[in-house]
């Protein structure tokens, strides 16, 4: 039986039938991502160094900051509110810390801080 599959002559082929099926279909292709514009404001974080908490400020209302370390690793995401607003940063490790905020009216800002080693 093997010596049959082995020997047996086999051609492909590939047969195109007319169809009207995707007549009406319209295929688009993604040319990009849509970013967010940035902020000409830089938010303020105080104190820097900061042990337990910050006040994190910008001149527009805060939708949402993400907090992220220096290897790039997302620690923390709050929802905003009113600024300036508090942050407890006291389960973060001692380092550099960038805070990426997004505002009301849909921009983006960031700024970096330090965590130093305090009281735990």
């Known amino acids: ?7 047996s002559s086999f051609v492909p082929s590939l047969q195109f039938l007319p169809t009207t099926a995707l ?9 990009g ?9 830089r938010p303020v974080v105080r104190p820097n160094p900061a042990s337990d908490r910050i006040t994190l400020e910008h001149e527009d209302a805060i939708q949402e ?9 997302q620690v923390l995401r709050s929802n905003g509110g009113a600024s300036p607003m508090q942050v407890d940063v006291s389960s973060f490790p001692p380092g550099v810390y960038h ?18 080693g305090g009281s735990r």
């Open 33 to 41: 991502v849509a970013e967010l514009p940035l902020s000409s404001i």
């Open 23 to 31: 007549a009406d279909t319209l295929f688009g292709v993604a040319t």
């Open 99 to 116: 805070a990426l905020v997004i505002t009301r009216a849909g921009q983006r800002a960031s700024t970096s801080f330090i965590v130093a």
């Open 65 to 73: 900051v993400y907090f992220v370390d220096a290897a790039g690793k």
């Open 1 to 7: 039986m093997v010596d049959s599959l082995l020997n």
